[in-house]
């Protein structure tokens, strides 16, 4: 069994930072891409950043140059730093990695979601 515990999240002004942790724990044999995603009231769950497991980053245009995505492969953990926050990056931030287990077999798993709110 896996599961992927996020960390992080909270009430912020306009301009100000957050960073989210998720930490991957369980039967984990290796992990593949990781990657946030939010979802506004409303809205459909849309990718926010990926990193490979070399570490290569992808971004959705509105968070480009504001968010950075990273990893500690040894603490299967990855990490969102959030600057510059807007009140539209308001979301509840999921966490999302391709994980295989001791059985072989790769699966998506997520995270339980963690609330961001930007506002004054």
């Known amino acids: 069994q896996v599961q992927l515990v996020e960390s992080g999240g909270g009430l912020v002004q306009p301009g100000g930072s957050l960073r989210l942790s998720c930490a991957a724990s369980?039967?984990?044999?290796?992990?593949?891409?990781m990657g946030w995603y939010r979802q506004a009231p409303g809205k459909q769950r849309a990718l926010v950043a990926g990193?490979?497991?070399?570490?290569?980053?992808n971004y959705a245009d509105s968070v480009k140059g504001r968010f950075t995505i990273s990893r500690d492969n040894a603490k299967n953990t990855v990490y969102l730093q959030m600057n510059s926050l807007k009140p539209e990056d308001t979301a509840v931030y999921y966490c999302?990695?391709?994980?295989?287990?001791?059985?072989?077999?790769?699966?998506?798993?997520w995270g339980q979601g963690t609330q961001v709110t930007v506002s004054s």
């Open positions: 999302n990695a391709n994980i295989m287990t001791s059985t072989l077999y790769r699966t998506d798993y």
């Open positions: 990193i490979s497991s070399t570490s290569i980053t």
């Open positions: 369980g039967n984990i044999f290796s992990i593949a891409a």
